[in-house]
């Protein structure tokens, strides 16, 4: 079974919806982190999350949030979606001791 | 701030032929340096990572990376390309010290031609 999974891994939604991108982990990291991919842009960092009571924002915060449900659940949340939110969504751990991060599957999130 | 660049947007290799892809990173305190690939479709898979000692590094897949503080480099590169290399690269750089964040360059598309 995969360390970190994220669910959906495709969806569609329409301007103005509200979507929540979820991300599970196994690997008992308390580091969790949200980045989306754009061609030519490589991966930004939306928010990350120390452990449960830490959530910091990254460079790309606005019209995102995020929520750290438990140790191993770390949602991203649109809350009126809007096309320029098209892209490639990763989800993250890390270890801390070295900062390794280990990378989920992928949510391609397409904003019509 | 700290940045990462990836100068080749793009390269194209012949199968057997030898791979070296490019990354510098801005000057600071020690760094963490990262590769990843990323195949069609696919999420990120980590290949190798240095953190201090030896600067050339094995990672997986054949591939290695060597640091150069000098230059400020950590050049990826493999003798002997496969079509199944055929991936975007990313390489990452955390510095410690700072709050923890990876930043990465924006990648380099190798295409294999038989």
């Known amino acids: 079974d995969a360390d970190v999974t994220q669910t959906p891994r495709n969806r569609i939604t329409k301007t103005g919806k509200r979507i929540m991108l979820e991300c599970s982990q196994t690997k008992g990291h308390d580091r969790m982190y949200w980045y989306r991919q754009d061609p030519g842009l490589g991966l930004r960092l939306i928010y990350y999350?120390?452990?449960?009571?830490?959530?910091n924002k990254g460079e790309i915060s606005d019209g995102y949030s995020v929520s750290r449900q438990a140790q191993a659940k770390f949602s991203l949340s649109l809350e009126s979606a809007i096309p320029n939110q098209t892209a490639l969504y990763f989800c993250a751990t890390s270890d801390p001791g070295t900062d390794t991060q280990y990378f989920g599957p992928g949510t391609r999130l397409t904003v019509l | 701030a700290q940045s990462v660049t990836q100068p080749d947007i793009h390269i194209t290799v012949s199968e057997g032929a030898s791979l070296e892809l490019r990354c510098n990173y801005s000057?600071?305190?020690?760094?963490?340096l990262f590769w990843y690939v990323q195949s069609p479709g696919q999420g990120l898979q980590l290949l190798l990572k240095?953190?201090?000692?030896?600067?050339l590094v094995q990672g997986i897949k054949g591939f290695e990376a060597e640091f150069k503080r000098s230059q400020s480099s950590f050049n990826l590169r493999k003798p002997s390309v496969h079509w199944s290399d055929a991936a975007e690269y990313f390489c990452a750089v955390f510095y410690t010290g700072t709050a923890s964040k990876l930043t990465f360059g924006t990648g380099t598309r190798l295409q294999v031609t038989l």
């Open positions: 999350s120390f452990d449960v009571k830490d959530i």
């Open positions: 000057y600071g305190a020690t760094p963490y």
């Open positions: 240095y953190f201090s000692g030896d600067t």
